[in-house]
């Protein structure tokens, strides 16, 4: 049988393989701590998962609008509003089962075969993926350890050419975990905000800074009307199996994404639409809990990497990621991600997934218990040093 070409050019999350490697060993019998998947290793509040059972037993188990149930909407976008400083309007919002589907269509809507795309490299392969899906070209902004994996201005403008459409920004961004500053914004928008390109802000790590407050570019002058802003519950209320995030952006853009919606999947589940409202509306104790928990590991996991020869790791401002530089171990990406799972015991991704500029460089994601991570650490140590002596 013969396939569509464009499946050629459709990427995949190396995380899910590698968890896929993983859980096949653990089937033989062995021990495996895992580093490999981003997603919080908490339960979901139970104020939520009350709002969802509820919602079931009043029977939100129908279709509902493609863009999202009203209330939903105008929950959403009260919440921007008052967290981020941006009047939101209900019909700027539209709700979709994750965030996939929020940077899909925007691309999808946007941008046509030829155009370009500036995407962070290293960064969350689903960019890249559907540029290239779509048949346009994906332009990587180099990110650079000695700039703390941040970009501004001077790192964007010799990308821009007459053909491109669409700049992607990721803050707090996966896999590094750097955060853009004010400044940086500023910069970027000044550069952006006269040029008919559109940005996508993908800010599904808001909430999951370490200092400071979390700002998007979407607030700065001239910016609402170009930019998509990615947000959502999965990293925020540890509800990554409940497939929820949304996007914000100009109303027009909003129809169109909500049309593909309904070619795609109609709409996201009603009943768990409702949760979200309490999500949103309720006590964030339990957020701020699971974020202060995420620093302790954050600064163990640092220190423990910090202290294995021939491996440097800058402390990351947000999301839950450290991307240390393992250049002085002499080997690929790959290849360390491979050994480290056969032969240590740790499920980690290789640099190399998120982007041919994370050679060099690996993905640890500390969503998992500072027991584990210590663990982690000794065999990481003890695998080096059996590296060093076979060297000698």
């Known amino acids: 049988m013969r396939y569509a070409d464009r499946m050629n050019q459709l990427g995949t999350e190396t995380a899910f393989e590698v968890l896929a490697k993983a859980r096949a060993l653990e089937a033989q019998g062995r021990s495996i701590v895992h580093l490999e998947i981003g997603e919080p290793d908490f339960d979901t509040p139970a104020s939520i998962r009350a709002a969802a059972a509820r919602a079931l037993d009043e029977g939100f188990t129908h279709y509902g609008p493609s863009a999202g149930l009203p209330e939903v909407r105008e929950a959403i976008a009260a919440f921007i509003t008052r967290d981020r400083g941006l009047k939101t309007a209900p019909d700027q919002v539209v709700v979709t089962p994750g965030g996939k589907p929020v940077l899909t269509f925007a691309i999808m809507a946007c941008v046509n075969p030829g155009d370009e795309v500036i995407v962070p490299n290293p960064g969350f392969p689903i960019y890249e993926s559907v540029v290239r899906f779509i048949g346009a070209k ?60 559109f940005v996508l802000s993908d800010e599904i790590y808001s909430k999951i800074l370490y200092d400071g407050v979390h700002e998007s570019i979407a607030t700065r002058p001239g910016m609402a009307e170009k930019t998509i802003l990615l947000d959502g519950f999965s990293k925020t209320y540890a509800m990554t199996g409940w497939r929820l995030g949304y996007g914000i952006m100009n109303p027009t853009l909003a129809k169109h994404v909500a049309r593909l919606a309904t070619n795609v999947y109609s709409c996201a589940t009603s009943f768990v639409q409702r949760a979200a409202i309490v999500a949103l509306g309720g006590a964030q104790s339990e957020v701020g809990s699971m974020v202060t928990e995420f620093h302790r590991r954050r600064d163990e996991i640092v220190q423990g990497l910090n202290a294995i020869p021939g ?49 060099g460089y690996m993905r640890f994601s500390y969503a998992n218990s500072v027991e584990n991570i210590r663990e982690a650490l000794r065999r990481i140590g003890a695998w080096v040093q059996s590296q060093i002596r076979a060297a000698r």
């Open 138 to 197: 994906p332009v990587p902004m180099v990110l650079r350890e000695d700039r703390g994996f941040r970009v501004g201005a001077e790192d964007l403008e010799p990308l821009l050419t007459p053909k491109t459409r669409m700049v992607v920004l990721n803050s707090p961004h996966n896999p590094t975990g750097s955060v853009l500053t004010p400044k940086d914004l500023d910069e970027i928008a000044a550069l952006l905000r006269d040029r008919e390109i």
């Open 311 to 359: 491996i440097r790791c800058l402390k990351p401002a947000g999301a839950f990621y450290v991307f240390p530089n393992i250049q002085a171990l002499q080997m690929t990406s790959a290849d360390a991600e491979r050994i480290l799972l056969e032969e240590a015991g740790v499920a980690a991704l290789s640099g190399t997934a998120f982007g041919s500029h994370g050679e």
